[in-house]
């Protein structure tokens, strides 16, 4: 012991020096939005391919339950192709022809693995081995087969990281199904299970099993994605609002395949509320 | 004794607001910087404790970086000059030893001694500012280069403002 502290003694120039540059770099990266996406993007690379040696392993015991969510998603895709309408040759003076896939296609799917993923913390991430060399870009909103996951914060050449749906801080603007009443999801950082919903007025019938789903009110997710069923409704203290709790409908603990949407309109949309003169800072 | 505190007071006084009012709006070419604040640091006494340095160094850092608007960059690189320096001084001493209560000054101790003792600290507190303004190490080319310009444009100013208001300790 006496050793040791003699040791602390002798070097405590280097420590103090350690010291003051550890709170330094504590400033600098808390301020600086630069060094911060520097820092974060470069500790994604590092960290993702450190994480995606570790899934390669972890891959294998979970194929089973990938499989059968990955066969269910197929019948569910085929039930969908046999009700398509098949186009008829008489009609076609009123067939529309497009020019460009563009045109038509608003949202793109693209397929990732979660390499990473946390979901007992109060502000969780998760990470995907698909980075910018697949046109992966921050802001975009990431979906399972089940329902919403999150949506991108950091991209990296061949990762990007995530904020989780199981964030406190990451509200996503939802819709009651039945009613079509807009509120706001947000994790309470509690129970990966389930989350709230936010300004929900009491005039509004929510009943125990209703859907809750995506908005068409952001640029992020497409509209109608589920989110979870509602387990318990209850009346606030004030009478201003509903305490809503939903049970989410994807299982954080075992994510594995996930898609990335990419909203090809999103820059019409985004130039469109930037001319705006109005618009509010 | 005390005619040293104030000597180093009223240079802080005076270097600090230059810099951050006067000399933070000459940059040469988008390269060539002025770090003349790093003559106080320099300025402080040889036997001083290097702990003592660090937390000057760190103090002055910061009220430098409040005015660039790159809190903790600055604070960051003067930590680091003043832990260098503690070593520095150590190894590169004049061949006569230091007098006690004397400056580390060009009168003092000459030309080519200050310029082994200040330079290369002026240029790794340089570097050190660019490569963290950088944030990755891709433009390192361009950090020495401009760590370079910077650290001869600031020993200049440091030695003329030497020779104008200095004099030899009697």
Not at chain 1, 90 to 104: F, G, R, V, W, Y
Request: hydrophobic share 45%; glycine share 6%.
């Amino acid at each position: 012991m006496s050793q040791l502290i003699a040791f602390l003694i002798r070097s405590r120039i280097v420590l103090v020096f350690l010291g003051l540059e550890a709170i330094c770099l504590w400033l600098l990266i808390g301020n600086n939005d630069y060094q911060k996406t520097a820092f974060i993007n470069g500790a994604s690379g590092l960290i993702g391919s450190v994480s995606n040696t570790s899934r390669n392993v972890q891959d294998y015991f979970e194929l089973k339950d990938v499989n059968q969510e990955l066969a269910a998603e197929n019948a569910r895709l085929r039930m969908l192709l046999q009700n398509q309408q098949p186009i008829s040759l008489d009609t076609l003076d009123q067939l529309l022809l497009q020019a460009d896939s563009l045109d038509s296609i608003q949202y793109r799917y693209i397929p990732a693995e979660v390499v990473q993923n946390n979901f007992r913390q109060t502000n969780n991430f998760f990470m995907i081995n698909k980075g910018s060399r697949d046109s992966i870009a921050a802001g975009m909103g990431v979906i399972s087969s089940l329902g919403i996951v999150g949506k991108i914060r950091s991209v990296s050449e061949d990762f990007a990281q995530g904020i989780s749906l199981l964030n406190t801080k990451n509200p996503i603007s939802i819709k009651h199904k039945p009613s079509g009443r807009i509120g706001t999801l947000l994790w309470n950082g509690i129970n990966a299970k389930s989350a709230d919903i936010l300004y929900m007025t009491p005039d509004v019938r929510i009943s125990e099993g209703d859907s809750i789903v995506t908005s068409s009110y952001n640029a992020i997710y497409p509209k109608e994605i589920l989110a979870g069923i509602v387990t318990s409704v209850e009346t606030d203290a004030n009478g201003t609002y509903l305490n809503i709790k939903i049970a989410l409908s994807v299982d954080f603990a075992r994510l594995s395949q996930v898609y990335v949407v990419k909203n090809e309109m999103k820059t019409q949309i985004d130039s469109l509320v930037n001319n705006n003169p109005l618009q509010q800072p | 004794m005390n005619r040293s505190y104030s000597t180093i007071i009223i240079s802080f006084l005076v270097i600090l607001p230059l810099q951050v009012l006067v000399f933070r709006n000459f940059v040469l070419y988008g390269t060539g910087f002025n770090f003349f604040y790093l003559f106080c640091l320099l300025l402080l006494p040889v036997e001083m404790s290097a702990i003592v340095g660090m937390l000057i160094a760190l103090a002055t850092g910061l009220i430098v970086d409040l005015f660039y608007h790159t809190l903790g960059i600055h604070a960051a690189a003067s930590v680091l000059l003043m832990f260098l320096r503690y070593y520095w001084l150590r190894i590169n001493g004049p061949r006569s030893g230091y007098e006690v209560n004397q400056f580390p000054t060009i009168p003092n101790y000459g030309f080519t001694w200050y310029l082994t003792y200040a330079l290369p600290l002026i240029f790794m507190h340089a570097v050190t500012v660019f490569l963290m303004e950088a944030g990755n190490v891709s433009l390192a080319g361009q950090s020495l280069l401009r760590g370079l310009i910077t650290a001869i444009i600031s020993f200049i100013f440091i030695v003329l403002t030497q020779y104008f208001f200095f004099k030899k300790a009697r």
